[in-house]
């Protein structure tokens, strides 16, 4: 079982990245995959995306848009199978598997969003 | 509306029964009538035997609590003509994840024991002589606590959280509400004490936010509300003791 100071740090990470799934996220579909294809507004061209995406703050930006909510799957899916399948015995491997996907894409939005061209 | 309804009710003898069975009974409706008050014509007119708690018939001493149609509900404000539709059958079990001690008599030690561990009561770290007066509170701070002080012991809730099914070690929605009515009330200074039952994997972490129990709390506190409050309160006081060691003052969150 995770101590206490672990359950807190943890659950900052799903809340913050709730935060993002339901507020930021639902944003960006709408205007990349309805009003942008959708010709409701104006969309940016791609040289435009770019010379935003180089800046540093949009890096960052992007960084914690894609890492935070992966830790908010990751709380919420090591519950659910605790819960759903009741295989709280295997809070280890379970534990590992969840945060260590979570970890793993943060790493792999670090290296994309810092090495993006 | 029908004349008659059936309720079938979970019957249990320890002494004679190795697992509980149900009884079927045909009792009057009146329109006025709650299912505790076809329990009470069964018990003085057909039945005797049948063991239930039951006090004030008013929703105040939270002591009618049954599954009825699976849900957890207080018998003394589930009306029968609710049931009418229902092919008029009413189904009448003890509340859920909680041993039974006979017929619809649950065992409430576990409970108890629970509620004590989160010590549900005014905590000063002075003791202030009677001749200085009373503790005067604001309307204001009493409105930031009085919700949570609504809760009547019902267990409704313990009842209805899947995780108290689940894991029998969780702390639960009533004793966690009620911790967090004290830690709120501005004559409180005992939030650190019941930091360490509340702040802990049995106790709000333990929670999955599922919010049955707000659902069926008859007294319209918001249990899931105050676990959901304290865990953010947690992360602060858990940061505040991360970045600043020495001097942080644990769960002060009073108006």
């Known amino acids: ?117 | 509306m029908a004349d008659k309804i059936i309720l079938e009710v979970a019957r249990y003898s320890p002494e004679q029964d190795t697992k509980p069975c149900f009884a079927t009974y045909e009792v009057p409706v009146h329109k006025e009538w709650v299912v505790l008050d076809a329990l009470n014509y069964i018990k003085d007119k057909v039945d005797g035997s049948l063991t239930y708690r039951w006090s004030c018939r008013m929703g105040i001493c939270g002591s009618c609590g049954m599954m009825v149609n699976g849900e957890p509900k207080l018998t003394c404000a589930t009306f029968l003509s609710s049931y009418a539709h229902n092919g008029n059958k009413i189904r009448v079990e003890p509340l859920r994840y909680f041993p039974v001690v006979r017929d619809l008599v649950t065992e409430l030690s576990d409970f108890l024991v629970k509620l004590k561990k989160v010590k549900p009561w005014l905590i000063r770290k002075d003791t202030v002589p009677l001749s200085q007066g009373e503790f005067l509170q604001t309307p204001e701070q009493l409105d930031y606590y009085k919700q949570f002080s609504m809760c009547i012991n019902c267990t409704l809730c313990y009842s209805a959280c899947p995780v108290v099914g689940l894991d029998p070690k969780f702390v639960g929605p009533a004793a966690i509400a009620l911790a967090q009515r004290y830690n709120l009330d501005s004559r409180d200074q005992g939030a650190v004490e019941r930091i360490a039952v509340l702040a802990h994997p049995e106790g709000i972490w333990g929670c999955t936010f599922v919010g049955e129990c707000t659902k069926v709390c008859p007294k319209h506190v918001d249990p899931a509300g105050a676990i959901q409050q304290y865990k953010l309160n947690a992360v602060l006081d858990w940061l505040t003791s991360f970045l600043m060691p020495r001097g942080h003052n644990s769960q002060d969150v009073k108006p």
Not at chain 1, 9 to 29: D, E, K, N, R
Request: with cysteine; charged share 10%; proline share 5%.
């Open chain 1, 1 to 117: 079982m995770a101590r206490q100071s672990d359950e807190a740090f943890f659950w900052m990470l799903f809340s913050a990245g709730g935060v993002i799934a339901a507020i930021l996220i639902p944003v960006h579909l709408f205007l990349f995959g309805l009003a942008f294809p959708l010709g409701w507004l104006p969309a940016p061209d791609y040289e435009r995306l770019m010379s935003l995406v180089h800046m540093p703050l949009v890096r960052v930006y992007l960084f914690v848009f894609c890492s935070l909510p992966l830790f908010h799957w990751a709380h919420r899916f090591r519950y659910t199978l605790y819960d759903g399948l009741k295989v709280k015995h295997l809070n280890e491997v379970i534990f590992a598997l969840c945060y260590g996907g979570a970890v793993a894409g943060t790493v792999l939005a670090a290296y994309l969003t810092w090495t993006i061209a």
